[in-house]
């Protein structure tokens, strides 16, 4: 335990700031994260973090937007703030830590005497998380896809939890939130904190550029949650996205994921959010090596919504294409 | 020259097939692109090249949708469509080759005993580029960066062919017309073709995702300029960008290109297409270490349009930030 450790007092009033220690290993340095304190007081306890996957940037700056305002907006409760647990990951502009190669997100709760990801998962877990009840893990989908602005939960086994989870995530307010039935959830931190009985939910947004306008939607869903959390005041109201004002609770499965029928250049046929019916064409493939009549028809497998599209790009057999959803009924 | 060929006839009338070989060298085997000739006879003779940068998708997706259509719509000329001239960057989603690490678009004409990446250039200037009078090399900007859907061109000497250039780029009718006064044009496809007397422009869209709706942009743009060549019949319209539809003529030069002040994580504060004051606030760099007062504010050093803007990111200092354009007086 020796080492881990905030520089600063999170229990004083106001603003404080200092880092989170995350000692030294046989790999790398003792890290210093930057963490922002915002105690008003009794209230919600919320813990923010972002740059959990180095390359999804808009957490990291929505993030350092807050700390900008927030001080003064916040009523009542407290806000801890750490706007890149991962900066090795955001300095490579990469999703896994390029010391260990590990994907932070899946090595919760961490080691104190593993590898910088584990020992960085280590110290979030027993610093930041006894701080919070609430957490909101700020991140984007991959920069190889479209994904609708959303707030992403995996279902929870315990079902007052579950509803308190979903409700959170649907007080941001944005086009999508998604009930993810993931099957690779080993090691993710939401699973660690949601054992613990807190309320946790990650933002997905994006991927690939991350504009003056994706980051305005995104941090006005930050903002729509903390005033449901009645953290500021205000009336919260759905951005403006593609035209649109809207909210649909999703859920996705395993098996709404459509992989690439063979190698090729994937040609996008369809949009996140809309709505396709089963059969209609939602893609094309392009195998490089087609002179005619190579190229691959994809069609939708069921009656669904976009919930993200990959990028147009050279995809391998098998890769992830699509992502469909379906509305949840609780 | 042995080796260096079309495997078919590309004077036939109608659409005919085959591919382009590239020699094998010291670094790769002989390679094979696909090339389309689409001749219905006199008329405009029109070489459309895609996949010249690898990470550029828009480009090879949208001339293999041509392949699809034109044959039938076309109704003289003749067009030569190679849609991925860097198979091999393409397959690696990168902007080099990265057999050889060379810029394909830094190494025209090519030299027949080079590297792979100068044996592709040389193919395609020795046996391609004689074949058209106009070329269309479609390109996106890098996937890191926002970029008005544009058709780009480098100042032409011959005073003639640059207002032809300018007329043909105005032709696409996308939202930018942009004559760049770029530093480094050493050994551009542009370059080589522009001083054989061809009209020779650049489609550049992105970057970032390519999602159905740029495509769909990006070959509006590729049609209208078909229309004005008179290869298919239609009317050109402008295509809706941003809920409008317009087209500026714009200039840019290399002072231009406003550079980082610091390394850290760039917020873009503005947006493709924004027009801007001098001293108006278009980004912040925040650097990772900052707990608080760190953020350097970026203010536009001219009154401008927005060309291009660095997706939100880590930036190293100096690295190029947004890309400024102002009216073009010819």
């Not at 790398?28 to 973090?49: H, M, Q």
């Not at 390029?98 to 994907?103: I, R, V």
């Not at 009645?230 to 996705?252: D, M, N, W, Y």
């Not at 190579?294 to 069921?302: C, E, K």
Request: hydrophobic residues 40%.
């Amino acid at each position: 335990m020796t080492g881990t450790a905030l520089t600063f007092d999170a229990e004083a009033y106001g603003l404080s700031t200092g880092h989170l220690i995350v000692p030294e290993g046989v790999d790398c340095e003792a890290l210093s994260l930057p963490v922002f304190s915002l105690n008003k007081g009794d209230g919600p306890r919320l813990l923010i973090t972002g740059g959990n996957h180095g390359n999804e940037l808009e957490g990291p700056i929505v993030a350092r937007r807050l700390v900008e305002w927030l001080p003064e907006a916040q009523t009542c409760g407290r806000v801890i703030i750490a706007p890149e647990i991962n900066p090795l990951a955001v300095q490579a502009w990469t999703r896994n830590t390029p010391l260990d190669g590990k994907n932070l997100n899946r090595v919760f709760p961490g080691r104190a005497d593993g590898s910088v990801s584990e020992r960085i998962a280590d110290a979030v877990t027993r610093v930041l998380l006894p701080m919070a009840d609430i957490v909101f893990d700020l991140h984007s989908f991959a920069p190889t896809w479209n994904c609708a602005p959303s707030v992403v939960m995996h279902p929870v086994a315990d079902a007052e939890l579950m509803a308190r989870t979903v409700r959170m995530a649907e007080a941001f307010k944005l086009p999508v939130t998604l009930v993810w039935d993931y099957h690779d959830t080993a090691g993710m931190f939401d699973i660690v904190a949601q054992n613990q009985g807190k309320v946790f939910v990650c933002s997905e947004f994006g991927g690939g550029t991350v504009s003056a306008d994706a980051l305005a939607v995104y941090e006005a869903g930050v903002h729509n949650a903390l005033i449901a959390l009645g953290l500021v005041e205000g009336k919260a109201e759905h951005p403006i996205f593609r035209q649109r004002q809207s909210t649909r609770t999703l859920k996705t499965l395993s098996s709404d994921e459509l992989q690439s029928p063979a190698r090729g250049i994937f040609e996008p046929r369809c949009s996140i959010l809309d709505e396709v019916k089963q059969g209609d064409l939602v893609g094309v493939l392009h195998p490089l090596e087609s002179l005619s009549g190579g190229a691959v028809d994809i069609y939708a497998p069921t009656t669904s919504f976009i919930y993200a599209v990959r990028s147009g790009g050279y995809v391998e057999s098998d890769e992830e294409l699509i992502y469909f959803a379906r509305p949840l009924k609780l």
